[in-house]
Nanobody, 126 residues
């Protein structure tokens, strides 16, 4: 059974850090581009960071603060989130089969077309 399970979310104060994990079972993440997405209340889901064999993408809002990585041995992907802000509050999801699309204005966006996890809540508040 193909499954993605996120963990590591929680409540953190502004300026704090969290590390999200996404563990895959039933298939190998090695064969897929993967990414992290988030959805805040009342907002559309957005791509936060995506990683493939050749490139890494970060949304402008998280550049310099978030770092995506993958561990082949553990069949997992991670999102290290530092200098967290209240506007980072959202449910975070990992997903597979991601692509990055660059607009004519040279703005990139990441999308996913494969499997999704159930999400983990991140709340940044004092």
């Amino acid at each position: 059974q193909v499954q993605l399970v996120e963990s590591g979310g929680g409540l953190v104060q502004p300026g704090g850090s969290l590390r999200l994990s996404c563990a895959a079972s039933g298939f190998s993440l090695d064969y897929f581009a993967v990414g992290w997405f988030r959805q805040a209340p009342g907002k559309e889901r957005e791509g936060v960071s995506c990683i493939s064999s050749s490139s890494t993408y970060y949304a402008d809002s998280v550049k310099g603060r978030f770092t995506i990585s993958r561990d082949k041995a553990k069949n997992a992907v991670y999102l290290q989130m530092d200098s967290l802000k209240p506007e980072d509050t959202a449910v975070y999801y990992c997903a597979t089969e991601t692509i990055v699309v660059v607009s004519p204005q040279n703005r990139g966006s990441c999308y996913a077309f494969g499997s999704w996890g159930q999400g983990t809540q991140v709340t940044v508040s004092s």
